[in-house]
T-cell receptor, first 112, second 114 residues
Framework: DQQVKQNSPSLSVQEGRISILNCDYT??????FLWYKKYPAEGPTFLIS?????DKNEDGRFTVFLNKSAKHLSLHIVPSQPGDSAVYFC???????????FGKGTRLHILP | NAGVTQTPKFQVLKTGQSMTLQCAQD?????MSWYRQDPGMGLRLIHY???????DQGEVPNGYNVSRSTTEDFPLRLLSAAPSQTSVYFC?????????????FGDGTRLSIL
């Protein structure tokens, strides 16, 4: 059973607009969430994270929102740039365990 | 600073052959892990290590062995390759056991089993 779900396999967004990538989780024990970005032929790279004690974390153009009651988080990219075209993985963990559970990823296409 | 280095980048094997995927990190990280990425499946944990001399199984360990004799190296061994092991393999490391830390990934090994 998938504990971390990214229900949109792909997303296309116009350059300059906002990209919103969504992630749902089922395990209420998760207390830390991370987003990774992956380009073809490269490994994933860490993008941004959020602890369950917060509902928002911002880093430049990237903001992650966490809604614990809905077990939902989203990654906002504003404004979207061509270099943002990549696969984005949502991941979740809980501090009593060392394992990180990854979603299946969403491929983001930024259109010129 | 090289980070996490994986070799080889590509490999083709025949069914039944064995091989070792190499992984090395130069960040003095305690925690290292191996993932496989398959189409539509995301990243799945194969084996992990919380420090030199300590390894454990992840979600999909069957058909793979690991060892951790040094902090820097964490090789993944395929004992008898099967077509189901065709995948992209990623090695990752992070500073410690605690999962609230970013992981650093290598660039992957693309493995095809014929």
């Amino acid at each position: 059973d998938q504990q971390v779900k990214q229900n949109s396999p792909s997303l296309s967004v116009q350059e300059g607009r906002i990209s919103i990538l969504n992630c749902d989780y089922t395990n209420s024990m998760f207390d830390y969430f991370l987003w990774y970005k992956k380009y073809p032929a490269e490994g994933p790279t860490f993008l941004i994270s959020i602890s369950s004690i917060k509902d928002k974390n911002e880093d430049g153009r990237f903001t992650v929102f966490l809604n614990k009651s809905a077990k939902h988080l989203s990654l906002h990219i504003v404004p979207s740039q061509p270099g943002d075209s990549a696969v984005y993985f949502c991941a979740a963990s809980w501090n009593r365990d060392d394992k990180i559970i990854f979603g299946k990823g969403t491929r983001l296409h930024i259109l010129p | 600073n090289a980070g996490v280095t994986q070799t080889p980048k590509f490999q083709v094997l025949k069914t039944g052959q064995s091989m070792t995927l190499q992984c090395a990190q130069d960040m003095n990280h305690e925690y290292m892990s191996w993932y496989r990425q398959d189409p539509g499946m995301g990243l799945r944990l194969i084996h992990y290590s919380v420090g030199a001399g300590i390894t454990d199984q992840g979600e999909v360990p069957n058909g793979y062995n690991v060892s951790r004799s040094t902090t820097e190296d964490f090789p993944l061994r395929l004992l008898s390759a099967a077509p189901s092991q065709t995948s992209v393999y990623f090695c990752a490391s992070r500073r410690s056991f605690y999962s609230n830390q970013p992981q650093h990934f290598g660039d992957g090994t693309r493995l095809s089993i014929l």
